[in-house]
C-alpha cells in the first residue's frame, strides 16, 4: 500500500483526484447512494430509463455531452463525449448501469436502499450511519446495494475523477467517450445491434472495459480480453418409458449409464479435453502474456481452501494458466430420481448441459460441431428435435443435441503499444498490477470488437468479494477511493 | 387363447371362477377400487394400517379367520388361514398391498383415485365410466392406480376366487394360508421378522408368491426364483458451493464429470459389468432350467420394438438369459440443474443411486463391498457421512457411499416333485406356461426362506406394461379375470 501511494503521487491526475476526494468523500457516496437507489435490473423497463437519464444528467453536470443510444426493444445506452481539440486518438470508457437479478428475500437490507456497513455482512457487519461532510471513512467499510460492484462504481468514479479534474484545471489529452450499457447482465443482447447501428458515434481507437472485480489478493489487474462462451444440451434415451429394473436390468440400455460414458470420453482424469481437434487452431500466448501470467501472485492454494477443494483439474496447472485454455464444464445432469425419491427404474431418458469456454483461435460453431461430432463418433444418431419412435428403433443409440448460440474470445495483445501504454499508465496509479491475457469468465466483447473492429482492455476496481452475482453486492470503500485513482489517470491517457 | 379357454374348462375350479366373474364384473372391479383408493406407500403408516384392516375385512367377509401380525416399527401382515379337514399340507398365499413411492405430478390421474381408461394413458387412453352392473368390461380396457398391477391385483383375485368357489361348493384340499405384506415396495424390512417371530402360523410346505407381471406375450409364466437386489448411493464432492464456471472452469473439479467417469468405469460399452470378481461364485444352471429357457418364446424383438429400443445390452445376448447374471443400473443421477434451469456453474455435488440384482451364488453384502472397493481403486476417499471441510480438502477425490441392504438370490429346483405339480396345475387353467428359473425383479424370498426353511414358486397375474414402479401404474382388465381363474385353481390344489 505505501508503494502504491508513493507511486499515486507521480501521477498527477491521480494526485488531483486523491485530494478531491479526501475534501469531499461524503458527497461521493451521497451521489453513489442516489444512483443505486434506482433499481436496476433489466426487464424493469421504467427505473432503467430513470437510471440512463439520471446518468446522463450527472455526465451534463460536469460538461459532458450526453445522450441515450438504443434500438428498438433494447434498453439504452449512455453515450457521453469530451472532444479534445488536438487530439489524435479515442478512448471509449465502458461499464454498465443494470444489475443481476436478485430475490430481495435473500438480501441483509433491501437492495435498492444503499447502506453503509461496518464490515462485511456475513462477518457480522452492521449498518453505520455516514460520516459527516468532512469526516473520512473508514477505507475497509462497505457499500452494499445492487450495482454497488457490479457495475455502477466506474460510474462513479469516472464523474468524480471529471470533477477532480476540473477543480485541479487537468485536460484530457484524448478524445473521451462513454458508453454505459444497460443490459450486459441480461447476456449484452443488443449492445452489436446498437453498435452497429452508430458506427461512428462509438469509434474509439481503445475501449476500456471498467467491470469485474481487481484481482483476489486486492492488487489492481489489467485483463486483456475473456474467454468465449458456448455450450450445448445433451438428451440420451433408453426405453420409451421407465423399466422396472429387475425385469429389464441388464438387458435394456440404461441412458444414465450411456451419458456417463459419453461424458468420460469428453476429458480424461486430468481434465483434458479429449475431443478429437478440440484444441486446433488456439493462438498461442505470446511470451509476453506468457511472462504475465508467471508474474502474477499465485492464488490457487487460498482458493482451493474457501474452496474446500482437495484437487484441482489440470495435472497440476495453475488457475491463471488454466483460463487460457477451453474448458468444457458440465454445467448440470440428470435422469430419473436420487436420493428418497429414487425407484429401481431404467431411466427412459438422460440429460446433461454443458458449457464451453472458448480462447483466441477457436470459433463457437466450429467448437460445438466439434462436440457433436465426438457424439456421433461414440456412436449415437444425433438429432436435433425428440425423436420418433422410429427413429429411436432404428439406431442403437440416439442423441438429442441442442446447442446454444455463442461468442468468440476476444484478447488484445499485450504488446501493443496502446496496451503498453495503459499498462504504465495504470502503473504510475496503483502500482505493480496482475496482467492477465483473459480472464476464465466471458464478457460482451465480440458485440464491441466486431462492429467496431477495435481493441478493448478490461480494468476493474471492484473488490473480488463484492458477492457480484449474488445477494449482498456490495463495494469495499477503498476500491471506490482506488477507482477514482485510477480513472483519473486513464482519464488524461 | 382359444387353448387357453378349452383348456380352463378342464379345471373346475378355474370354470366355476369364471362364471362367477362374469357374472359380478363390475361388483368385484368396485371392491378392487375401494382397496386402490387407500394410499398405499410404506411409510404412510395410518393409510398403511387402513389397507391391512380393510383387506383383514375382506377377508373375514369370505369366512377366512384373518389378524393383523406384526413386529414394533413395522407394518403389518394381513395373515389369513382356511384350515382344511384332513389336509396334509399348507399352502400359503404371498401378495402384497404396499406401493412403490410416487410422484403424483408425473400421474395422468391422481394415484389414489382409481380410474378406467380405455386404452394405455401413453396411447391417448381416455377415463371413460365403469360399464353398469351386468355389463361386460372391455377386457383390454385397464385399471389405473398405485398397486393395481403391483401387487393389489392377487388379493382381488384370490378373494374373488373364494366367492366363486363358494357359490359353486367347491372346497380346499390343502390346509390355505394368506400372507399380505405391508412393506414390500419398501424392501421388506421386517417381513423376516414378523415370519421368524411368527414361524408355526406362517409354515407352509409352499409358499406362492403372487407378485410380478406374466411373460410379455401375455402368457401364463412360472417363476422359480427372483434375483436378488442391493444398492447404493454415491455423492461426489466439487466446490464447497457452486462456482462461476467462466472464472473456474478447467480448474475446479467438477463433480458431475468424476461421477460420469466413475460410472463409465463400472460397465463396459456391452454392459458387462468392470468391477473385480463381481461375477465370482455365480451357481450355474441345471439342464432342465436351461432348457426351460430356451424352450420360452424369445421376445426380445417384440419388447424393443414396444420400447422403442434400437439396442440393447449383453452383446446380442436374449433378455431370459441375461437375467440369469448380475445387473447393475444406474436408478438415478443428479447435480445442479438442466434445461431451462441450467446456469454456468461448476456443480458442487453430483449424486447417483445404483441397484444391483444378484443371481444365487452371490451374497449381497460382498457384492456392494466389492462395488465400495471399486470406488476406492479409482482414486475416491470413500466416506459414510457428509465429509466435512478438512476431509474434502485432505483428499483429492471424495465419495459419499450409502449401501442400502439386500437380499441374495433365490431359486427352487425346478424338478421338485411340488413343483412338477404346481407347474401341471396352473397348466390346467391356464394353457402352455413360460418356465423360468427366476425373474429378473426381485422379491423378499430370503426373507421368507431363510426363517421357514419352506419353498417359494412365484406365480404372477399383472401385465408385463403395468408400469409397476413408474407412474401410471395399471392392470389390463383380462389379467384379472385371468388371475381371478388361476387362483381358483391354486386354491384347490
Chains 1, 2 share one sequence.
Not at 464478457?443 to 468479494?465: E, F, K, M, Q
Request: overall charge negative; glycine content about 8%; hydrophobic content about 40%.
Amino acid at each position: 500500500m505505501t508503494a502504491a501511494l508513493a507511486l499515486a503521487q507521480d501521477n498527477a491526475a491521480a494526485r488531483a483526484a486523491r485530494e478531491w476526494r479526501q475534501q469531499h468523500e461524503r458527497a461521493i457516496v451521497d451521489e453513489f447512494f442516489s444512483l443505486l437507489a434506482i433499481p436496476n435490473i433489466a426487464r424493469d423497463r421504467d427505473n432503467i430509463q430513470r437510471n440512463a437519464e439520471t446518468i446522463a444528467r450527472m455526465l451534463e453536470k460536469r460538461g459532458v455531452a450526453a445522450k441515450l443510444v438504443s434500438v428498438p426493444g433494447a434498453n439504452p445506452v449512455v453515450f457521453g463525449e469530451i472532444r479534445t481539440p488536438g487530439a489524435s486518438r479515442t478512448i471509449v470508457f465502458y461499464a454498465h448501469y443494470d444489475g443481476q437479478p436478485l430475490d430481495p428475500k435473500e438480501w441483509a437490507s433491501p437492495p435498492f436502499e444503499p447502506v453503509l456497513r461496518d464490515k462485511p455482512v456475513q462477518d457480522g457487519g452492521k449498518t453505520i450511519p455516514l460520516p459527516a461532510a468532512g469526516q473520512p471513512f473508514d477505507p475497509e467499510w462497505r457499500l452494499y446495494a445492487r450495482g454497488a460492484g457490479d457495475d455502477k462504481a466506474p460510474i462513479i468514479a469516472m464523474l468524480t475523477a471529471l470533477d477532480a479534474m476540473r477543480a485541479a484545471g487537468i485536460r484530457t489529452r484524448s478524445n473521451i467517450k462513454f458508453a454505459f450499457e444497460g443490459e450486459e447482465e441480461a447476456g449484452s443482447p443488443n449492445l452489436e445491434r446498437i453498435l452497429a447501428a452508430n458506427k461512428e458515434l462509438f469509434a474509439g481507437d481503445l475501449w476500456l472495459m471498467c467491470d469485474g472485480p481487481v484481482y483476489q489478493t486486492r492488487q489492481q489487474q489489467i485483463v486483456f480480453g475473456a474467454r468465449g462462451d458456448t455450450g450445448l444440451d445433451i438428451t440420451l434415451y433408453g426405453p420409451r418409458y421407465e423399466l422396472h429394473s429387475g425385469h429389464y436390468g441388464n438387458w435394456a440400455p440404461n441412458p444414465a449409464l450411456m451419458l456417463a460414458q459419453l461424458l468420460a470420453s469428453m476429458k480424461n482424469a486430468e481434465g483434458r479435453i479429449t475431443i478429437d481437434h478440440f484444441y486446433d487452431g488456439i493462438t498461442p500466448l505470446s511470451p509476453l502474456e506468457k511472462r504475465a501470467i508467471a508474474e502474477a501472485p499465485v492464488i490457487d492454494e487460498m482458493l482451493a481452501r474457501e474452496f474446500w477443494l482437495g484437487s484441482t483439474e489440470g495435472g497440476g496447472a495453475k488457475l491463471n494458466d488454466l483460463v487460457t485454455l477451453p474448458a468444457l464444464n458440465v454445467r448440470g445432469m440428470a435422469s430419473s430420481r436420487t436420493g428418497n425419491q429414487a425407484s429401481n427404474v431404467i431411466p427412459a431418458t438422460a440429460t446433461a448441459s454443458i458449457d464451453i469456454r472458448l480462447v483466441p483461435g477457436m470459433d463457437a460453431h466450429e467448437t460445438t460441431s466439434r462436440v457433436v461430432e465426438h457424439i456421433r463418433k461414440q456412436g449415437f444418431f444425433v438429432v436435433d428435435k425428440e425423436p420418433d419412435a422410429d427413429t429411436r428403433r432404428s439406431h442403437a443409440k440416439v442423441a438429442l443435441v441442442t446447442v446454444r448460440g455463442g461468442d468468440n474470445a476476444v484478447r488484445t495483445p499485450m504488446d501493443l503499444p496502446m496496451a503498453q501504454e495503459v499498462i504504465r499508465v495504470v502503473e504510475s496509479v496503483r502500482g505493480p498490477t496482475v496482467k492477465l491475457p483473459n480472464m476464465g469468465g466471458s464478457l460482451p466483447l465480440t458485440s464491441i470488437v466486431r462492429p467496431l473492429g477495435t481493441r478493448v482492455i478490461v480494468v476493474p476496481i471492484a473488490n473480488h468479494d463484492d458477492n457480484q452475482h449474488s445477494f449482498n453486492e456490495n463495494l469495499r470503500v477503498q476500491n471506490l477511493w482506488d477507482g477514482i485513482e485510477l480513472m483519473a489517470g486513464l482519464l488524461v491517457m
